[in-house]
């Protein structure tokens, strides 16, 4: 891994975050303590990956696992040591108001189904905003040793390197991403008419990684021309939206609205170009799903 120009190997220890930071090609006052808290997350999940695990169910086919919680806590704790009075929003365990001034939010694991089937695309996401804006964010897959970190107004970059949307501008042209929330009824078939909708319109293909914040720095990387789900929360998507919009993309939810940070939302994620045909294709599905 490389957050610079260095090569990974000359890391020699992946954990250490000041040499992270050193290599760092962006800047911000919050990044030291950004890091050491996603190196933290990312040590617990390394080490838990294809263990036995203690699983709970959240609802139907969403569960929490005990690395889901000991991330967590190894991400929360640089923070709350070096600023207690920020507001956190973490998937698990803290629920502080999304208005705050200062406010991190957090996946501790993104992609606990694949974490748990043992399938190494899974990630932590940490991002902070100062008065309801993106300043920072971070998503790191802590298998492949991964890192896409973006700080406002200093681009999107993937390993060390400035990454941009892709240019294609037509529907026929992308390789198109989406994700399926924890619903088996009307969000399902929603989803999957959407997606069928998409398939006559000649994508190129249609891919399901499952792991959101991943699925938004691969659009911001020019992997995916766009990428939608009906329900996602403001801790998949607070880091990748940075990203994306660094990388000269567009998030909005699936009426063209900005996303918010107090509640969840579908999600319509692009390299911009495509942004308006997208949305024409998945207005339809997500107006009849809301109509009930
Ligand atoms: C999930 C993943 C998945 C998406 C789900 C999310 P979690 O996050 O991002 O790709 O389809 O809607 O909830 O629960 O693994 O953190
Ligand atoms: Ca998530
Ligand atoms: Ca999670």
Request: glycine share 8%.
């Amino acid at each position: 891994m490389t957050l610079g120009a260095t090569p990974s190997q000359d890391l020699g220890g992946r954990l250490n975050y000041q040499k992270l930071l050193q290599m760092s090609p962006v800047h911000h006052p919050l990044m030291a303590t950004a890091l050491e808290s996603v190196v933290r997350g990312a040590k617990v999940l390394r080490d838990r990956f294809q263990t036995t695990l203690h699983i709970e169910t959240k609802g139907l086919a969403n569960f929490v696992t005990e690395a889901d919680f000991g991330s967590e806590r190894e991400i929360v704790k640089p923070i709350r040591d070096c600023y207690p009075a920020h507001a956190i929003i973490s998937e698990e365990s803290h629920s502080d108001r999304a208005d705050a001034k200062d406010l991190w939010i957090i996946d501790p694991l993104d992609g606990t189904s694949n974490f748990m089937h043992g399938i190494p695309h899974f990630a932590i996401s940490v991002a902070y905003y100062r008065d309801g804006q993106a300043e920072l964010g971070i998503v790191t897959n802590p298998i492949r040793d991964d890192w896409y970190v973006a700080v406002r107004g200093q681009g999107a970059w993937h390993n060390g390197v400035r990454q941009r949307v892709d240019a294609v501008d037509r529907i026929d042209a992308a390789m198109i991403a989406c994700g399926f929330y924890y619903d088996r009824d009307r969000m399902m078939q929603a989803t999957l008419d959407t997606i069928g909708d998409f398939f006559r319109n000649n994508i190129h293909g249609m891919r399901r990684y499952g792991a959101a914040a991943l699925d938004l720095c691969n659009v911001g990387c020019g992997q995916y021309g766009l990428f939608f789900e009906y329900k996602l929360h403001p801790w998949d998507y607070a880091a990748g939206q940075l990203f994306l919009a660094e990388a000269g993309g567009q998030t909005t939810d699936c009426n063209g609205l900005p996303l918010p940070l107090d509640q969840s939302s579908s999600i319509c994620a692009t390299n911009g170009h495509l942004h308006r045909q997208s949305l024409e294709i998945i207005e339809p599905h997500w107006k009849r799903l809301c109509e009930g």
